[in-house]
Structures are given as structure tokens and as C-alpha cells.
């Protein structure tokens, strides 16, 4: 069987000697010393400034809305992504509006992010789909005209270049998910990369009751710790993230070398590399997903209709907006196996498979 993803587990010795420490210091949470540590580690491995972690990386949105004070009024979001974004501002008592995707890229169009901004419009919400890197000079432009916050669902641009630096440090705050399934993870986990100190400092109080230095409540606050011994997996996994990262993206090339002419790939923006968090590929139509899909199973090869379906066309977001290009990529993408430990001969069996589905 080749599953679709599979959870990166490091060397259990590793994971096993943080362990101990815990034992010795019985120092469960509360940012504790191991949160301290790889708040401080992938700050510095990710070329960030102000880092937070958090419990989730759902957590890491609603918290980050709550620290800009956005508790009402509507945020521009995509309807090409996973559930917990729109699901994380209506959470918040924000509505989401859907802005359609370019065809090429799948991220948000910031054309239409501006044909739906009104006096209501508080945040824009893009997410950088699969970890290619969004407009991000664009979206900056029409967030400041309007005075808008912008909040990016950076969850798959875990260690994502743009322009030489890390996307992570665009918009007033970015999120990450440190989620089993993502490249790389705590078990569960999350962090928001905020641009201001300030937010950081309010951020750290949310996520702890709102509490303030003397233990007295400055704002209602929520719990969104992290754990200690979540933090052990996330300090296990980044000695040898680098390597991860590295095999990652030769699987991804693999998959677009033996695939080439067959299936059409997300555009990537020329100012960054593909990350290896995902491998999606684009079929002539929905009928070809399913053919793919059937041929795939047969063999005992997972495959997965992500994003699908358009959440435009979901009714519990409320806006369901018209967005013709998520809607009409939804139905034609899937995305095929891709995991740390995946080999080069997974990947032609894959593509083996894929090649003889579609002729
Ligand atoms: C995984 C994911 C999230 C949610 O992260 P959790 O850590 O699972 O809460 C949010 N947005 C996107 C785009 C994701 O893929």
C-alpha cells in the first residue's frame, strides 16, 4: 500500500532523551523550556523575527484575527482550501467572502479580492495553496489603499523562499500548522509569524487566558498552549528537517519528470522553489479524476480530491459566492502520494499508474 501522506516519525531515541527531561523537570506546559527552545530554533531556522507557538494551527488563525481586534465585519478569503480557514473566521464572527483563484497559480486573484472589497471589509485572508508563494507585493498594495489587515494561511509554506527570503515574514501575520499530516509537525501544533512585535506580545496573553504579567486577565483570553511534549516532537524532527525538506522536493520533481505532458501542474511562482508539501496534479476533467482515482485504488495507491469541494458551493460559510475557477479546478485536481519517506520507485509506480489511467 502507498498511502497519501504518512507522519514523519523521528528517531525515537531522539524523541525518547527530550522525554527524559520532561521527566526529570515534571514541567508539562505553560511554556515550558521545549517550547521555549523550538519557538526560539525555528524562528531562527525559518529567518523569522516574532514567532508564536500555538496548539493548532486553527488556533493560530482565530487567535491571530482576535489579536488584530477583528471580531466583526467580513474578510476576503479563498474558497480553493482547506476547511479551518473560512471555518476559523466565521468561528471569529467574521464572514468570509469568497474571492476566485488564477487558473495557473490556484492562489487567490487579487482582481478579485478587489472587486468584493466594501465598507465592511475588515482582512484579507489569502492562503498560499500547496506553499507556492501568493502575490504578495499585489495583496500588500490593496490591503494598505483600503486599510485592510492581511492574515495569510501559510499551512503549507512550511520553509517556503519567495525572492530570496522566507514568505512567512509577508502580511501583519502569517499561520502555520505543525499538524502529523504537514511536512513539519508536532503531532499537533501551530505558530503565527507576526510582523510586530507588539501583536506578538498580545498574541502570548490570548493564547494564555489573557492573562497579563501579574497573572491578572488583559483580554478575554482563550487556551491555545503548546505542550511540551508536542514540542519534543517538533525539536526530534528539525535537526534533520533539512534533509526532509531535500527529498521532498526531488519526489516532487520525480513526479513532474515522469508525468510531463500528461497532467498539468500548479504554476509556481518564478521567485521560489516548490517546497515538496504536496503533489497535486490537473486532469482534463472530472471524469479523468475518477478514472485516475479507480486505477490508483486498484493497485493499493491512495490519492486525495484536495481542495474539493469548492467551498463557495459549501452553504455553512454563507457566502456562496461565485467563483468559476475553484469550482472548476476542484473537480479536476488530485493530489498523489508524497511523504518524507517516500521512495523513487513509489513515485514511478505512481506515475506508472497515473500514465496508463489516462491512455
Ligand atoms: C492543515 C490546514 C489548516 C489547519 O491546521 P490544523 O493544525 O490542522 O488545525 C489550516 N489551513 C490549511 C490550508 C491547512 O491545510
Redesign the pocket.
Given at each position: 500500500m502507498i498511502p497519501i501522506v504518512k507522519p514523519f516519525l523521528p528517531d525515537i531515541g531522539r524523541y525518547q532523551s527530550y522525554l527524559d527531561d520532561i521527566y526529570a523537570r515534571t514541567w508539562l506546559t505553560n511554556n515550558g523550556p521545549l517550547v521555549q527552545e523550538l519557538e526560539t530554533r525555528l524562528a531562527e531556522y525559518l529567518g523569522v523575527e516574532h514567532l508564536l507557538l500555538v496548539a493548532?494551527?486553527?488556533?493560530a488563525?482565530q487567535v491571530a484575527f482576535r489579536t488584530f481586534g477583528l471580531e466583526e465585519g467580513e474578510a476576503i478569503t479563498t474558497p480553493f482550501?482547506?476547511a479551518?480557514?473560512p471555518g476559523a473566521l466565521r468561528w471569529q464572527n467574521l464572514q468570509p467572502r469568497f474571492a476566485d483563484i488564477c487558473p495557473d497559480s490556484l492562489n487567490i486573484a487579487p482582481d478579485c479580492v478587489e472587486n468584493l472589497i466594501t465598507e465592511t471589509t475588515r482582512a484579507i485572508v489569502p492562503?498560499h495553496v500547496f506553499g507556492n508563494p501568493c502575490d504578495v507585493e499585489r495583496l500588500s498594495t490593496i490591503a494598505q489603499r483600503h486599510g485592510l489587515k492581511v492574515i495569510y494561511?501559510a499551512?503549507?509554506a512550511f520553509a517556503c523562499q519567495y525572492k530570496g527570503q522566507t514568505v512567512l515574514q509577508h502580511g501583519d501575520a502569517a499561520t502555520l500548522?505543525?499538524?502529523a499530516t504537514?511536512m513539519f509537525h508536532c503531532v499537533?501544533?501551530?505558530a503565527i509569524i507576526f510582523k510586530e512585535r507588539e501583536a506578538l506580545e498580545k498574541a502570548r496573553q490570548l493564547i494564555n487566558f489573557g492573562f497579563d504579567r501579574h497573572n491578572v486577565p488583559a483580554h478575554v483570553g482563550i487556551n491555545a498552549k503548546m505542550s511540551e511534549l508536542h514540542a519534543a516532537m517538533g525539536l526530534a524532527m528539525l535537526d534533520i528537517f533539512p534533509e526532509i525538506l531535500a527529498h521532498r522536493q526531488a519526489l516532487m520533481q520525480a513526479y513532474q519528470q515522469q508525468l510531463s505532458g500528461w497532467v498539468t501542474f500548479q504554476e509556481w511562482s518564478k521567485d521560489s522553489r516548490n517546497n515538496g508539501a504536496y503533489a497535486p496534479i490537473i486532469l482534463p476533467s472530472e471524469a479523468h479524476v475518477f478514472a485516475v482515482m479507480d486505477a490508483l485504488q486498484a493497485v493499493n495507491i491512495q490519492s486525495r480530491r484536495y481542495f474539493y469541494p469548492n467551498l463557495a458551493e459549501v452553504s455553512v460559510y454563507g457566502d456562496e459566492g461565485i467563483c468559476p475557477t475553484s469550482a472548476d479546478i476542484s473537480r479536476r485536481i488530485l493530489c498523489l502520494p508524497l511523504f518524507a519517506n517516500m521512495t523513487f520507485e513509489e513515485v514511478s509506480t505512481v506515475s506508472e499508474t497515473v500514465k496508463k489511467a489516462l491512455s
Open positions: 493548532n494551527g486553527t488556533l488563525l482550501t482547506f479551518a480557514t492562503v494561511d499551512a503549507h500548522s505543525l499538524h504537514k499537533e501544533g501551530g
